[in-house]
């Protein structure tokens, strides 16, 4: 119970202040423990930030799991703009842990073996196999167009997806029902096979 206070707060004000601007004698006193609590379970501070990115990556995993067995889709391509939407209504709903990824996380790791980059591309990596899959897939079903690159096209649809959730974090273009689904029918047009 005092792990989760403590991983909730240390979120929310990392997301407020920032991760250098939050010292841990602040995360105790907002969270209602002593200093020392925070280390009997967290070895660091940044362990307390790499769990909130893998907190984060495991949340993400689960909704999408559970959306594509809701949606039920019964195409590749549906499956691929389930994809697209779970990770979109996910990002929208966990704004705050996201802030971590888009903001913080790129200052706190500098190497490429790093915890806190592993994490993150393990994000990219489960997302950019679960379009791959689905494309493949699509293919052999003859929903998704032969012509075209199944890897290439999956890190090229994860990466809009990223690159519009992270302008949308940063509030360079406003989140929408319309956006998503322009979104959503451009991505169909391009990979529905040609008539």
Not at 16 to 34: D, K, Q, Y
Not at 36 to 65: A, Y
Not at 146 to 155: K, Y
């Amino acid at each position: 119970m005092k792990r989760d206070t403590i991983l909730s707060t240390a979120a929310r004000l990392f997301a407020e202040r920032g991760f250098n601007n939050t010292p841990t004698s602040l995360l105790a006193r907002e969270a209602g423990v002593a200093e020392g609590t925070i280390f009997r379970h967290f070895k660091t501070k940044d362990d307390i930030f790499l769990t909130l990115i893998r907190n984060v990556k495991d949340q993400l995993i689960s909704d999408i799991e559970k959306y594509l067995e809701v949606r039920a889709p019964e195409t590749s391509i549906e499956k691929v703009v389930s994809i697209i939407k779970s990770f979109y209504v996910f990002v929208k709903k966990n704004r705050m842990e996201f802030s971590l990824i888009f903001r913080d996380a790129p200052t706190r790791y500098g190497e490429r073996n790093d915890n806190v980059f592993l994490a993150i591309k393990d994000i990219y990596t489960y997302l950019g196999d679960y379009v791959l899959q689905a494309l493949q897939e699509g293919q052999r079903d003859g929903s998704i167009r032969a012509d075209i690159n199944t890897r290439d096209t999956a890190h090229m649809l994860v990466s809009t997806m990223a690159g519009l959730v992270r302008a949308i974090h940063f509030q360079f273009i406003e989140p929408s029902d319309d956006l998503l689904r322009n979104v959503v029918d451009n991505c169909t047009n391009f990979l529905k096979p040609r008539a």
